[in-house]
Each structure stands twice: as C-alpha cells, then as structure tokens.
C-alpha cells in the first residue's frame, strides 16, 4: 500500500514538472519573454505558497506552479490551523470582548508568520537598525492591540479572561529570545495560568465552556514549545549564505506576496453573526399564549371588558352570604376554618414586592479559616494569615506565581525573581519582593505596602484605599502602574544617592473632563498650595 502511494506522488510530482515545462517553452523565442515567463511562474509560486495557510483543511486541487513552504513555515501554519484556530472557535462561542479579543490574538500570529516568512528570504540585519524594527513593527502593533482591548474594558465580568490573554500574547516574543526560546514560552505560560486558573476555578461548576476555553488557550503554548524545540531550540535563524537584502525582503512580504490573515480550520466555516436587531421600528407584537391563538385570545378579552361596562350589574348573579356563614362576624368560625385569614394590607404590599437578597455576614463574623501557605505545582498559596509583627518568607523561582488572600497585618517577603504575585481581599499586608517577571496586582486591600529591591515591570491597583508602594532605582525606567478606583497612592522614589531619603509622588485622584465642540478631553486636576 505504501508503494502505491509513494508511486501516486511520484506520478503528480512528473505531471506538475511537465505542466511546467510545456508553459516555458512557448517563449523560448524571445529570451526577455522567457525571462518574464520565469519571473512570473515564481510570482504565482509564492501565491500559492501563501493560500496554503487557508486550504490545510482541504486537498486542493495540483497547481501549475508549485512553490513548497519551509517546514518552518508549514509547521507553524499547522499550529494556527489547530491550536490557535480551536481557542478562536470556542471564544466566538462564548461572544462579546472574549471573541473580540481572539481575533486579535488571530491577527498577532498571522503577523509572527510573516516575520518567519522573511527570516526564510532573507539575511539577518542588525537588531539595532532601522529595518529590524519595521520588521518586528506589525507584530508589536497586533500584540499591543490585545492588550489595549484587556485596558479598555477593566470594568468587564470577563476581564480575568482578557487579562489572561494579554499576559499570554507576550509569548509571540520567543522571536527574539536567545538562546533558549522555548524557556521563555514557558515562563509565560505560567504567567498566563496564573490568571487563566482563575477563571477554571470560578467556572468549572457554573459553565464548564469556560473551562474548555481555558484549556484551550493553554493548549497554544504546548504546541508552540514543541515547535520551537524543533525548528530554532537556539533562536531564530535567518538566510545568511542565500538570503536577500533584509529591506526587499520586507516590501515583498508587504506587497503583493503578503499572506492573507490565517483562518480557522474547520470543516465547515463558521456561520457569520446575525445582524444586529434594529431599535428604529415599532417593536414587534407579544406572542399569544402557549396553545391559543390571537383570535380567541382577543375574544376572551373582549368578554371581559363587556362584563366590566355592566357596572354594578355584573355582581348580580352573586349568591348573598347569609351572616351566621360570615367569618369575620364568628370567631368560632375563624378558628375552625381551614382558609387561612387574609392578610393584612401592609402584609400583602410588602409580599407584592421583590425580597431582597440576604446581605453577606460582616468578615469580623465568619469563622475563620486555618492559616495556608502550600506550593501547588507552580503556583505558592498564602492565604487567612494574621501574624503582627511576624513575617512570612517564600523562596520562589522564575515559574512561581503567587496569590495571597484574605491576610490581615501580615508581612510577606519573597526571595527570588517570581513570575507574577496577586495580592486579594487582604488588609494592613505588607509585601517586599526581589524582582518580577510579570506584575503585582492588588484588589481590594486597603493600607497595602510594598517595597521593590530588584526589578518590576507592572503594578496593578483596583479599589486600594490607602498604599504606600517603595521603588528601586532598577525600576526607574521601565515600572508601569496602573490604578482603578483608588485613593490615597503614593509612589516613594529612590534619590540620586544612596544617602538621599525617598522621594514621595502620589498619584491623581480626580480629573476634568471637558467637552468642546463634540470631543471630550480629560486631564488631572493639580491642587495648588
């Protein structure tokens, strides 16, 4: 059977070198028409090549001019047409920012595709040049445009999953990791576990869909790590010996040779979103109720109304009670009887409105939890500590994230550079950490304090009242901070010399909007004196 097949291939690969052949010999004649049949043959190649990301699905049918992808080149496309395009399907399943979001994702790794397609042409040019970075430019853009989404929507119920895929997109950054790419793969998918577990946790009993997605995104960087082992386990390599200049490579890819944005493949293409309803027309008419129609529906209301305009005499075939039969002038007869009493007006106004929902004990009268601190696989876990005057160490590791809860006047000291710490539902915590690969992220923990001693990229505050956050001179220039419904945050900044004391900036509170002709332009109100 394998011999039939591998004869099968050998009789389509003559046929297509035939095909070939018989459409160069016809400008033979002239050598500049042979020159431009050739020319044009190759351009039509590379067409082909790059329509090959959207047909994996399908066998198509043999072109008369064939030029193969690297393997480079194909594996990827595999992991877009799997991995990537499964985590696609399952967001627009679940719809809104989520799907919005993957497409973005779906653009960034059609960009990262392209940049592989120009390491195949062409001669690796200086990191520091110019061309280098027009090269990388489109990917950073995509990469950034996932990110905005999870920025813009920090008040989203699903702002955990766009905060997972806006940790996890910075693994399309392995392109410019030596010597260990596929390391750095991994450091961020802890990253983005440590949020994605997030959502499994909170979702694996209400909607399991979620938990799927999650796996999904997951699934991703499991197949980038084994593809990055295979092809460039020491980074990316370029075309040096038969590469083009780096420049023409670029305005190949930009021109007509760019590869169309991969789509998801399936075997059948997803169906496309219904339209939006419109809100401008009459809205449309109640459905009569389950087993009648709008004719007897319209009868029986008709009944009604001609009983309502009798007036008084709609009460005349009523049987008169006699008072010896009237429960409100016999005691004896309350007592006996098993109809309930009516109840009282005030009863039946309060029981017309909605209960409300039972408010939550205070955190003073729940009973308190054991004290935690577990390593779970990656992630450290440190939760209902209340130590004053005590302090808690941990020695982490690069693919360590750690999430602290429901600590009271608790000191915390990480020793180490960790990937990510979240710090939840805790008060008077103080925390000093070495260095971070990822952020800190605090939510509802009022008087926090944190010292830096190595190096932070982002810190995130949502609803802190009240934190004192101590800087090192490495984070500078390079430390982010981003706040949502905060007050009282102050940023200590190391002075010029060690002997200098910590300079104290706190962050604005209020702003001003202001609206002129149509825009609205927001600023930071200054106090003055």
């Known amino acids: 059977m394998s011999q039939m097949n591998s004869l099968t291939t050998l009789i389509k690969r003559l046929e297509a070198a035939t095909s070939r052949l018989e459409d160069m010999v016809p ?12 020319k044009s043959g190759q351009n039509q190649g590379i067409s082909a090549a790059e329509e090959m990301g959207q047909a994996r699905s399908a066998v198509p049918p043999t072109p008369k001019h064939v030029e193969t992808l690297p393997p480079t080149i194909d594996d990827f496309d595999g992991i877009i047409n799997g991995a990537v395009s499964t985590f696609v399907n399952i967001s627009e399943e679940i719809g809104g920012l989520v799907a919005e979001q993957s497409a973005a994702v779906l653009r960034a790794f059609a960009a990262e595709r392209k940049f592989l397609i120009i ?43 766009l905060t997972t895929v ?25 990253s983005a576990q440590f949020y994605g577990n997030r959502v499994i946790k909170e979702y694996k009993e209400r909607d399991r869909k979620h938990v799927e997605w999650a796996n999904t995104f997951y699934s991703i960087f499991k197949s980038l790590i084994a593809y990055v082992k295979q092809h460039y386990p020491s980074g990316v390599t370029w075309n040096n010996q038969k590469g083009i200049d780096p420049q023409e490579a670029l305005k190949q890819v930009q021109s007509d040779h760019t590869p169309r944005s991969p789509q998801p493949s399936s075997k059948s293409a997803p169906p496309p979103p219904p339209p939006l309803p419109s809100f401008d027309g009459p809205p449309p008419p109640p459905l009569p109720p389950s087993g009648t129609s709008a004719s007897s529906s319209s009868a029986d209301m008709g009944a009604v109304f001609d009983q309502i305009s009798r007036g008084s005499d709609v009460t005349s075939h009523l049987r008169k009670v006699d008072p010896s039969s009237q429960t409100h002038k016999n005691p004896s007869l309350r007592a006996s009887s098993a109809v309930p009493p009516a109840p009282s007006r005030s009863t039946s106004q309060s029981s017309s409105r909605s209960v409300p929902s039972k408010k939550p004990k205070p955190e003073s009268m729940r009973t308190k939890k ?31 994230s750690i999430l602290i ?15 990510a710490i979240s710090l939840d539902n805790c008060t008077q915590t103080s925390l000093v950490i070495d260095s971070l690969v ?24 949502d609803q802190v009242d009240g934190a004192s956050i101590y800087l090192s001179k490495d984070t500078l220039h390079m430390t982010e901070v981003y706040t949502s419904k905060c007050t009282g945050v102050n940023i200590n900044m190391p002075g010029e010399t060690e002997d ?30």
Not at 168 to 177: D, E, K, S
Not at 438 to 461: C, H, N, R, Y
Request: aromatic letters at 4%.
């Open 438 to 461: 990822s952020a800190v992220d605090v939510i509802k923990s009022p008087k926090f304090e944190m010292q830096v001693l190595g190096m932070l990229p982002t810190i995130m505050l």
């Open 500 to 529: 200098d004391d910590y300079v104290e900036k706190p962050l604005p509170e209020q702003l001003k909007s202001t609206i002129r002709n149509g825009v609205l332009t927001s600023e930071i109100v200054e106090h003055a004196g």
């Open 166 to 190: 806006s940790e996890g997109i910075a693994v399309l950054g392995w392109i410019t990791i030596d010597p260990k790419p596929a390391d750095y793969v991994s450091e961020v998918l802890s």
């Open 119 to 161: 390491t195949t042409k062409a001669k690796k040019p200086d990191i520091q040049s110019p061309v280098y970075m027009e090269i990388l430019k489109e990917l950073q853009s995509m990469m950034g445009a996932v990110n905005d989404i999870r920025e813009a929507n920090r008040a989203s119920p699903l702002f955990t999953h």
């Open 370 to 400: 054991p004290p935690r601190r577990e390593l779970e696989g990656n992630k450290w876990l440190i939760e209902n500590f209340d130590n004053p005057g005590s302090m808690i160490e941990i020695e982490a590791s690069i693919s360590h």
């Open 405 to 419: 809860s429901r600590c009271t006047k608790t000191t915390i000291r990480v020793i180490g550079k960790a990937n």
């Open 27 to 38: 400008n033979i004649g002239d050598p500049s028409d042979s020159a431009n049949g050739i």
